[in-house]
């Protein structure tokens, strides 16, 4: 049965559009990382510019330092965003000479500073601020001591500037997205292009048209158009056979029909009861002929419509065989024959078949060879194992039914289970569906059916069935224990 899943478009859409937002939001955090760096990297940099310009302010006068901030040092702190500036000069022992903010700078900073500057994060009670720490020598007439300078400002005009430069990477980002959805629904729908093509090609055809597919498809559904290729050509196959199966049916039940309607026609025209007695004994062989002509046709029918993964439990073949070869040595059909059960293998021999097909099939075979052979023949039914193979996947039984009658030329035995086909006798009764029924029953069940000479004359019709899986396991142990006691299964020594 055939469930119905969620649409392909839509999973190509979903894992696509899942993959450009994993791949987006890599790149937006990417993004975001960069504008901060850029940010950081941008006022660090005054923050320096702002050192430097700051200690070269710094003179020493009689020994005192004087610390004026120029202009330019703070026109270089400002910014747009009116963040907080803060500047602190201090001597080599960490004392203040001049600053805005009573900010304490931590000691373990002092004792790191050095000519290369060092910039850092730090908490007050004001906010945080970023500083930046310059180690310079002060210029004097009498000594020349170097001094500490530390600047810094709040973080507003940083985060103002990561934002807006990853307000620029976030809008071209939007951008992109739509335009790929855009180019993502065009692909998918031109991937999905033969599919529809191939939906529309086939819902166009009409019930009885069983043509090769003509389309182009890629590769994937190469597979697919095969396998539709070869659907209709088996469609194409049942509907040819089931024609002439229909044609052929309607011409034989046409015949005994009209000699029913020939035989009442003439009855009703005689006045004599002998001849209504002889017309009523006419009619009732033809009633029985028409009702096992279409009992086969039934059986036919069936067959042609059985589950072939259907399981069957294992049946046991000896005991099958000898009960429909007693069952018919007691009929009427053949009491002026000579109907036996040959030689049968030892112990039992399990097959998985449908048990009715199987006593139908080995009964129309008989029926068969008392029907085309002449009074007192002998017709044998046999049982054997074929030779043994190491391959116990090809391990198989045969069954045959063997008689001396006058048999078929080489031209008829080629014909042999098609239906209604006689071996191109008209002398005998009989539809010529018996060995079409065994034909049919034996490709349903996995089985042979083969058709030989006998010498000096007769015919030979061999059913060859595979073993089920038990007895191919049973057999190497079977062959084990007959090598080993010289004494054959099932038998006595």
């Known amino acids: 049965m055939i469930t119905l899943g969620s649409s392909l478009k839509r999973q190509l859409l979903g894992w696509l559009s899942v993959t450009v937002l994993l791949l987006g939001l890599a790149l937006m955090a990417e993004a975001w990382i960069s504008s901060q760096r850029a940010a950081n990297r941008a006022f660090d940099a005054q923050l320096q510019a702002a050192a430097l310009t700051i200690a070269e302010a710094v003179r020493w006068r009689e020994g005192v330092p004087h610390v004026v901030v120029p202009e330019a040092a703070l026109q270089i702190l400002s910014t747009d965003s009116q963040d907080r500036v803060f500047y602190a000069v201090l001597d080599e022992d960490g004392g203040v000479l001049s600053r805005n903010w009573p900010v304490v700078i931590p000691s373990a900073w002092q004792d790191r500073l050095d000519a290369g500057g060092l910039s850092r994060d730090l908490m007050t009670s004001r906010g945080d601020l970023r500083v930046h720490g310059q180690r310079v020598a002060s210029a004097g007439w009498v000594s020349q001591l170097p001094v500490q300078v530390w600047v810094g400002h709040t973080l507003e005009g940083r985060k103002a500037l990561a934002w807006a430069l990853f307000r620029g990477s976030l809008s071209r980002f939007v951008a992109m997205v739509l335009m790929t959805s855009a180019l993502m629904g065009l692909t ?214 063997m008689d001396n009658g006058p048999g078929v030329s080489d031209m008829a035995l080629a014909t042999l289970g098609q239906p209604f086909q006689r071996a191109g006798r008209q002398d005998t009764a009989g539809s010529g569906l018996g060995l079409a029924i065994v034909e049919t029953t034996a490709r349903r069940m996995g089985a042979t059916l083969t058709f030989a000479h006998c010498q000096p004359q007769g015919l030979r019709v061999t059913l060859s069935l595979p073993l089920a899986d038990d007895e191919m396991q049973e057999a190497p142990l079977t062959a084990a224990l007959e090598e080993a006691s010289d004494v054959p299964v099932g038998g006595q020594a």
């Not at 090609?201 to 396998?227: G, I, T, W, Y």
């Not at 089931?242 to 049916?249: G, K, M, S």
């Not at 009523?280 to 062989?285: D, F, G, K």
């Not at 053949?334 to 097959?351: F, K, N, S, T």
């Open 188 to 401: 998918v729908r031109a991937v999905l292009l033969p599919l529809r093509r191939l939906r529309r090609q086939l819902r166009s055809r009409s019930a009885d048209d069983f043509r090769p597919l003509s389309a182009k498809v890629p590769q994937e559904l190469h597979e697919l158009v095969q396998a539709l290729d070869h659907l209709f050509a088996r469609q194409r196959q049942g509907r040819e056979d089931l024609l002439r199966f229909t044609a052929d049916a309607s011409h034989q039940l046409k015949t005994p029909l009209a000699g029913l309607k020939t035989t009442c026609e003439l009855g009703l025209r005689s006045h004599s009861p002998e001849h209504w007695r002889d017309a009523l004994v006419r009619v009732h062989q033809r009633v029985d002929d028409t009702s096992r002509l279409a009992g086969q046709l039934l059986s036919l029918a069936r067959l042609r419509h059985l589950d072939q993964d259907q399981g069957c439990p294992a049946l046991e073949l000896t005991a099958l065989v000898r009960d429909v070869a007693l069952d018919w040595a007691g009929r009427d059909q053949a009491r002026d024959h000579d109907l036996g059960l040959g030689e049968v293998p030892a112990g039992p021999v399990l097959v998985r078949v449908e048990g009715w097909a199987l006593r139908e099939a080995l009964g129309n075979l008989i029926d068969n060879a008392l029907r085309y052979t002449p009074a007192g023949s002998a017709i044998t039914v046999m049982m054997e194992r074929e030779t043994p193979s190491r391959d116990l996947a090809s391990r198989r039984v045969q069954v045959s039914v």
